[in-house]
């Protein structure tokens, strides 16, 4: 088991940047790819990025991808996602998933098996 906490979003205007922390207690961190997910009103959840257990692969949604970086620090038990450039569309809850297949990088929610209770990012135009 593994519990999954997500800080850093909040309100920025179009153009900004945010980085969003997500930290995990319980079984060993590196035990687990993680993986962001964002669900905006009406929609449904999508995969935003995801990182190996080692940070040595990582993945985009092409929605995203040159505006946004994943990381990790293992030591910390933390999974970052440092977001440039937002524009209102991205405007959604953020969550952060933990999955126990730690080589592969799944883009489906179901591949998830822990999940923290989001973070509201908010992108005023």
């Known amino acids: 088991q593994v519990t999954l906490v997500e800080s850093g979003g909040g309100l920025v205007q179009a153009g900004g940047s945010l980085r969003l922390s997500c930290t995990a207690s319980?079984?060993?961190?590196?035990?687990?790819?993680m993986g962001w997910f964002r669900q905006a009103p009406g929609k449904e959840r999508e995969f935003v990025a995801g990182?190996?257990?080692?940070?040595?692969?990582?993945k985009y949604a092409d929605s995203v991808k040159g505006r946004v970086t994943i990381s990790r620090d293992n030591a910390k038990n933390t999974v970052y996602l440092l977001m440039n450039s937002l524009k209102p569309q991205d405007t959604a809850i953020y969550y952060c998933?933990?999955?126990?297949?730690?080589?592969?990088?799944?883009?489906?929610?179901?591949?998830?098996?822990?999940w923290g209770q989001g973070t509201q990012v908010t992108v005023s135009s």
């Open positions: 998933a933990a999955d126990n297949d730690r080589f592969d990088i799944g883009e489906q929610p179901r591949t998830y098996e822990f």
């Open positions: 319980g079984r060993t961190f590196s035990f687990y790819t």
């Open positions: 990182i190996i257990w080692s940070g040595g692969s990582t």
